[in-house]
């Protein structure tokens, strides 16, 4: 079940990096896989890619650990707090189905824990995290590849409208931020969601078809801002 779990969250994993997730050996792996072939689980093998599970298949419901269900309970206030209200409602009807599989015990201790865990931001810095609606719309068009068309406010006050490629987002000095890259500037590009006017998903495909991993450009910013501080 848990190799199951782990294919299905991404498109392909070979042998080794399923060996290296769960701290065994590669012929453990190799009989483990055809074990779940065996039992009918649909896996596919893409040379140079790796394995994947075919499109279509789900695990059946299964229980949570108490620890699983304490460990959602207690990120449901950093949602609450952290993300905005395009995806508040999306964890809120995920965690109504994940209750809704619980045992009655478990679901009764998970709503202990809810009642029990909160948020709290001082009010004088509650304007440093400004609510915004697109984070969902922005995630769709990451995994479509699609562009979004932006009216956004610069540091200076300044607007502009944009069409932008976006490659991901990440949350940081207590916002969220969208990477993408910018057609105007003809470069990549860091947004700052909060200052983002008005969003559009076009559904137009990117125009750029070599771009960088958010990860790559994560790690150069880290070093731009490591030689300017030394």
């Not at 074990?35 to 893409?46: N, R, S, T, W």
């Not at 998970?110 to 915004?132: N, S």
């Not at 000095?173 to 969208?178: A, T």
């Amino acid at each position: 079940m848990g190799i199951v779990t782990a294919l299905q969250s991404k498109k392909y994993m070979t042998a080794e990096a399923i060996a290296a997730h769960f701290s065994t050996s590669v012929r453990t792996v190799y009989r483990d896989l055809r074990a779940m072939g065996e039992i009918g689980v649909p896996i596919g093998f893409e040379a140079g890619k790796g394995y994947f599970i075919t499109d279509g298949y789900f695990l059946p419901p299964v229980s949570l650990t108490m620890e699983e269900a304490n460990a959602l309970a207690l990120l449901e206030p950093l949602v609450t707090r952290f993300s905005d209200r395009s995806t508040r409602q999306h964890f809120g009807t995920a965690l109504s189905k994940i209750k809704m599989v619980l045992g009655h015990l478990q679901r009764k201790n998970f709503e202990q824990i809810q009642a029990g865990t909160a948020h709290f931001i001082p009010e004088q810095y509650v304007h440093m995290l400004p609510d915004t609606g697109y984070l969902s719309a922005i995630q769709n068009a990451i995994v479509g590849k699609n562009i979004l068309r932006i009216e956004y406010e610069n540091n200076n006050g300044e607007h502009s409208t944009r069409e932008v490629e976006p490659i991901g987002l990440t949350f940081y000095s207590l916002n969220w931020h969208l990477i993408a890259w910018c057609h105007l500037r003809n470069d990549y590009r860091d947004f700052r969601t909060s200052r983002i006017q008005h969003l559009a998903a076009t559904m137009m495909p990117f125009r750029k078809t070599d771009h960088m991993t958010l990860e790559e450009y994560l790690k150069i910013m880290e070093e731009t801002l490591v030689r300017e501080t030394t």
